[in-house]
């Protein structure tokens, strides 16, 4: 499975880091994904990267806030997350997919993390 770190309390306009390292499976020919839920909402696709080539999509929510990322030697995941707001509370999980577009719905990846808590507030 993946593992994700990184979540914290943040104040709005901060900024954190978060990790998502897969290990026992290949990430070759998959897109990874970030998606964050909110209690009694839909988990919600924020941003993706295509392993083998480093292509990227975003939400029009974090456009040009949220920087996704790859480290092929780590099998590794980054989103870097700037002018954090509040509305940006959210669980944030990491996950593998065959498809790679910001649209591709939750359904359509198939090894999830446990996710890690992201808390914007003053």
């Known amino acids: 499975q993946f593992v994700e770190s990184g979540g914290d309390l943040v104040q709005p306009g901060g900024s954190l880091r978060l990790s998502c390292i897969g290990s026992?499976?290949?990430?070759?020919?998959?897109?990874i994904g970030w998606f964050r839920q909110t209690p009694g909402k839909e988990r919600e696709g924020v941003s993706v990267i295509k392993w083998d080539d480093g292509r990227t999509e975003y939400d029009d929510s974090v456009k040009g806030r949220f920087t996704i990322s790859r480290d092929n030697k780590k099998n590794t995941v980054y989103l870097q997350m700037d002018r954090l707001k509040p509305d940006d509370t959210a669980v944030y999980y990491c996950?593998?997919?065959?498809?790679?577009?910001?649209?591709?719905?939750?359904?359509?990846?198939?090894?999830w993390g446990q996710g890690t808590q992201v808390t914007v507030s003053s």
């Open positions: 026992g499976f290949s990430l070759e020919g998959y897109a």
């Open positions: 996950a593998r997919s065959r498809f790679f577009s910001i649209v591709v719905a939750a359904g359509d990846y198939d090894i």
